[in-house]
């Protein structure tokens, strides 16, 4: 798996408290991504970073927030869960941009 | 804003058989684009990866092709085989900065081959 950790690997948490998920890689990639796949909308971005210290928004960062200290991890943070975060999240990295992206094996997450 | 759709979402075939997966998207001004493979339950595997100046790409029995000004791209499966069955999705990238830089996806199509 192009050497891409995901923890935890499942998660049920209540409304309203904090979740973390970590992404963790081996590959010394530059990109990493999170993204969000639910049925009938497929994979959308929430946020994505080309550096340490460098991230920005996709197109549902809305309720999520990003870290990246290292090169080798990229936190995603649901600050108050909520059942619309119910969700499998996936992590991707890549070298260079002409090179193809790889995937982690996801966090399934349940928002009760 | 770049839309990418696929069809059709399900397709079941037998074995041996050799299929084509169409992949189309509005802006045809790419910079790449990739089909992946997934599995139910796990990540995405990257099948094949198409730069804007290249026509095709091939890999083992896959075959994909990019036709930019048509807004196109197909996945070509010879001789398929009941390991083959997976969903296999688009994406594109748009450029190489900023929110340009990242891949939309296609929602998919789900592929069944059967003995």
């Known amino acids: 798996d192009a050497g891409i950790t995901q923890s935890p690997r499942h998660k049920v948490t209540e409304t309203g408290t904090p979740v973390t998920l970590r992404c963790h890689q081996t590959e010394n990639h530059r990109y990493m991504y999170w993204y969000r796949q639910d049925p009938g909308h497929g994979l959308r971005l929430i946020h994505y970073s080309y550096g340490v210290k460098d991230t920005d928004k996709g197109e549902v960062s809305d309720g999520y927030s990003v870290s990246r200290s290292k090169t080798e991890d990229f936190l995603l943070t649901l600050e108050s869960a909520t059942s619309s975060q119910t969700s499998v999240y996936f992590c991707a990295i890549t070298s260079v941009l002409q090179s193809p992206l790889h995937f982690g094996n996801g966090t399934r997450l349940t928002v009760t | 804003k770049q839309e990418v759709t696929q069809i059709p979402a399900a397709l079941s075939v037998p074995e041996g058989e050799n299929l084509v997966l169409n992949c189309s998207f509005t802006?045809?001004?790419?910079?790449?684009l990739q089909w992946f493979r997934q599995d139910p339950g796990k990540g995405l595997t990257s099948l094949l990866l198409?730069?804007?100046?290249?026509r095709e790409q091939t890999s083992g029995r896959l075959n994909a092709s990019l036709d930019k000004s048509s807004g196109r791209s197909t996945l070509y499966i010879a001789a398929s085989q009941p390991g083959d069955s997976a969903t296999y999705l688009c994406a594109v990238r748009s450029g190489n900065t900023g929110t340009a830089s990242k891949l939309t996806f296609g929602t998919g199509t789900r592929l069944q081959v059967t003995l």
């Open positions: 802006d045809s001004a790419i910079y790449n």
């Open positions: 198409i730069q804007s100046s290249q």
